[in-house]
């Protein structure tokens, strides 16, 4: 961040020198940063780390000069005979990787996530633990007993039900001797806590044991918290808290965008509940997107939309000197189109940005654009492995559902589809197997050729018969209509691989699958499972590597709220309310469709609406635009809606078009 502060590009020069100062004065001061999306949040906090700890790229050493005079290399200095370290909290651990990397070897900083950071901070301290999660538990079985005597009739079996539960566990948990916390693994039992549990002990301790608070600021005299719009409430509260007690001794940085807020867990107005006294130091570059992109971000930030509530307080972005152009496209037409019309006429919107831009990363097709839907299921419906989707998703929900920790791998009772045999897969051209070389590599991958057996004729007929398989399933999976019974066959036969017992359960039973509930009829687990298991096995092959790729994040394809964090060079929004079916956003609303009766009442107590949801996470989907931006509107009354957006200052008149026939 060196540079004059004559050049228009370097007018955030001086930021993480301003910064610095404030970690290195006596006392010291916390600091809320303002920056907008693409203003290098990152770049500015691992320049911060290298100055406070002098450790720079690639070396142990502290370096002879550091720009800002010799206060932070006293600094690094007191850290280290202390043995303390600078904490940093980041929101995923794909991010905390991101920092650990840029940052090289640094023995001065400490970077994880919340999680991470809260079971560092009470690992070990399993009596109080227990206490914390007495309390809590005592906490929710009142409000349970509360809800279950106002009610008019008395209380509920379910009601009952709650109360007997929250009643076994406050038994479970004073018997429980040790906790545990592991992220990775799913263990479950009295002791394991979970994620949201180690993060609520965490600040329930931080708030009640002043012993915890001391070992808190002895460690880590700073606190950095990247992402801090998004950080659970309860430990940032805990922190402010702990922070206020003895400024001297801890000082917080949050870095983030309130405007990019799209989790309930933070707080809903962040800039609001900073200490007059703290420091707001601000990027206002976008480094990012071209001028035209930047310009549209500041106009969403600042319209005064019926039914916003959330302050506009913000820092308007400017983008940099070379990137004078961009360009932004709106398509609005009528969302009771079919799904496959809908699909077909996005196409045309990609070829419509095709020839606006002349860029061939917009054909339809192309990977070289990233399409936003905002549902799971919208982006299976587009990226062709819908069946699949609603197969998996019918066996275990939770696992099916990408999200921005990066920790989704799909349901564990058909890994057997999702890892080995796409492994296999891998090795099959055109029917045949391309090298032998590299299948066996793939079963010794998977430990299948070590317990093969010891008697030589035995074991020559074992490997003639996994030679069978391999071949079936070649031939199998070569077939462009084959299912996943079909290619799943020969693997199951010749236990080529050991798939889970459910699968292997599933894949024998061959009673007819139950039929699906009626709308809002609850339905029972089993009913469920044998449901998706049957259009698991009846869904096309080809599906399961699309799953796989949306799956790792490597898709085309994304949700409106994944892709926070990162950048592409074009972008396609598809705004759909009708389709997502879900009551927290409401595109419609941003273009001048009329407020919900919820939303009303909202905006006369100040409370959160549908579009002030809305606008943040449209703000975050066209700030991950580089080049160029298609927002693709499917609306209620697409008449009404043109016209609106024709007037609006978001967009020049020529900009709006109707979406092509
Ligand atoms: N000082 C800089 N000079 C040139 N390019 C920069 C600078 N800072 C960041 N960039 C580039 O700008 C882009 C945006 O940076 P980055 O992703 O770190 O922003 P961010 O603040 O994390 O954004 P967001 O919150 O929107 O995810 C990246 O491509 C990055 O390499």
Redesign the pocket.
Known sequence: ?VGSKDDP??R??GVVDEIVAYVTSTPPRSFFLF??????????LVAVLRKLTGIGPGSAQIESKPAAGDLDLRFARELRARAQTIRVITYTKNAALVVTGRLGNNDLTQVATIHSFCWDLIAGFDDDIRDALLALNALALEKAREAATGRKKGPTDKDKKTIAEFEAKAVALSATQRFTYSPDRKRYGDGALSHAEVLSVAAWLLKQKPTLRRILRDQHPVILID?SQDTMKSVLDALLEVVAEAPSRLMLGLL??HR?RIYMDGHADLPSIIPPEWATPK?E????SQRRIVDLINEIWDSDLEGRTQSKKAVRQHP?EEKSSGLVRVFIGGTAATPEEKLRREALCESAMEAATGAAEWRPGNPGHKILALEHALVARRGDFLQVFEALALLDPDSVRPDATGDTSGPAAVQVLLREMIDLADCVNGGQVSSDFAVTEVLHRYDRLLNLPADGEARAQQLKAYQRAVEDFAAACSNPSATVREVLAPIVQSSLFEPDKRLLAAFNDTRPPPDAPESRQKEGVENRLARGWHTLFASPWSQIRRFKTYLSGNSHLATHQVV????FEHVMVVMDDEDAGGFLFAYDRLFGSPLGDSDVKNVETHKETSIDRTLRLLY?TC??A?ESLALVLWARDAGQALAYAQKNKWFLPAEVQPIPE
């Open positions: 961040m590009n370097e955030d020069a920056a907008g999306a693409g203003s290098g949040k990152t770049r500015t992402e983030g965008d990019q990027l570059m976008n480094h990012r940099r926070k964090g990162s950048e975050v700030s991950r580089k």
